[in-house]
């Protein structure tokens, strides 16, 4: 079992940065897959991207070459460094850890576990 806890997020103004943590408990977070996902007032949750093993990431295209994830799995966390905001990028941003298969690394239904969210608004 894994437990997640979202922080880091604030008010930005456009073109600034902000680095988002996810901390999780449990001995088995280093084998789990963790996305992150962002979800709008009246959108569905989308993909932002996701860090498999210790290096290996995706992203969605929309924030491709603007956002990192690293992870260090001594301190049970990852990290999620966006750069170069835009206003739609504001919203809610939650980790979440599975197991996904390469085809399923972008969908909400392949994740067990997810923290509770952390707000992210960038003023134009």
């Known amino acids: 079992q894994v437990q997640l806890v979202d922080s880091g997020g604030g008010l930005v103004q456009a073109g600034g940065s902000l680095r988002l943590t996810c901390a999780a408990s449990?001995?088995?977070?280093?084998?789990?897959?963790i996305a992150w996902f962002r979800e709008a007032p009246g959108k569905e949750r989308e993909f932002v991207g996701a860090?498999?093993?210790?290096?290996?990431?995706t992203y969605a295209d929309a924030v491709k070459g603007r956002f990192s994830i690293s992870r260090d799995n001594a301190k049970s966390a990852v990290y999620l460094q966006m750069n170069s905001l835009k206003p739609e990028d504001s919203a809610v941003y939650f980790c979440?850890?599975?197991?996904?298969?390469?085809?399923?690394?972008?969908?909400?239904?392949?994740?067990?576990?997810w923290g509770q969210g952390t707000q992210v608004t960038v003023s134009s």
């Open positions: 979440a850890a599975g197991n996904p298969i390469s085809s399923t690394i972008h969908t909400t239904q392949a994740y067990y576990h």
């Open positions: 449990g001995s088995t977070f280093g084998t789990y897959t």
């Open positions: 860090i498999r093993w210790r290096t290996i990431t």
